[in-house]
């Protein structure tokens, strides 16, 4: 096989930053972008993860990638201040291979068609997507409905091959039969399910379920489940890697650690 053309990383990176509307993120915690430069001589291959993490790097690389595209980051607010200690052993392996690292967080979340909600959505048969749920001023879940009622025992296990990995967790506290579901990856909880309940949806699914979100769910007719906080996030680093891959003719790969968090 013919090895790809190298692609400039700026092009690249302005593909990205255009596609997921980074603009519009501009109060997210994240520094979404390019939070760290490389691939001097050109992009030939590209590799994604749900974290930015030593481990990723190491796969990342053995895959021959020269541009690593993440949901989780590693800069966020002033967590950089000092390139010292976890930091430096996050930045410095980046830095010595001159690797580049794309990260995306609530862009790739609430993008309507990448984004995390909107595949998870996908996977389980949702359509009519809304945009659903404010977290920090911002939309990033969504809601759908099924084409016909199904029981809640077979949306679990729908979501249980979505998401495999993570122990399924759910407080069946809604109707025996589901049509109008939101979806917010990852780590929200108790807020975004009282929104759940005030839109009058049937139920409600996310990565993680603590202590306040099981108390939550107790006290409205609307099912809870959390399918693990990196389960529910694979899906919009893979669409996105893709889109983006294919646009300019590159092989890409994820590099998939099935964590059950």
């Known amino acids: 096989m013919v090895a790809p053309s190298p692609v400039p990383l700026s092009a690249i990176v302005k593909a990205l930053s255009e596609t997921l509307c980074l603009d519009d993120f501009a109060n997210d915690v994240s520094h979404n972008g390019l939070q760290v430069e490389g691939a001097p001589d050109g992009v030939r291959k590209i590799c994604c993860g749900v974290d930015a993490t030593p481990a990723f790097y190491e796969r990342a690389r053995a895959c021959g990638a020269q541009l690593l595209i993440v949901h989780h980051g590693i800069s966020w607010g002033t967590s950089l201040s000092r390139i010292s200690g976890e930091n430096y052993r996050l930045v410095a392996p980046l830095i010595r291979s001159g690797t580049a690292l794309f990260a995306a967080h609530l862009p790739l979340d609430a993008h309507p068609q990448f984004g995390n909600n909107a595949q998870l959505c996908k996977a389980l048969g949702l359509l009519n997507l809304e945009p659903f749920a404010q977290w920090h001023g911002f939309t990033i879940g969504w809601k759908g409905s099924l084409p016909e009622p199904i029981r809640w025992t077979e ?23 589901v049509q109008r579901i939101g979806i917010v990856s990852g780590g929200c909880g108790a807020e975004e399910y009282r929104q759940a309940a005030a839109e009058g949806l049937d139920a409600f699914i996310t990565g993680e379920m603590n202590l306040a979100a099981y108390h939550a769910a107790c006290l409205h007719p609307v099912h809870y489940a959390a399918a693990g906080h990196y389960a529910t996030e694979r899906f919009g680093v893979r669409a996105i890697t893709e889109y983006v891959a294919d646009r300019f003719g590159l092989p890409w790969e994820m590099v998939d650690f099935h964590l059950p968090y």
């Open 155 to 177: 949306m679990l296990e729908r979501l249980a091959v979505a998401c495999p990995d993570a122990p399924l967790r759910h407080v069946d506290s809604g109707p025996e039969f």
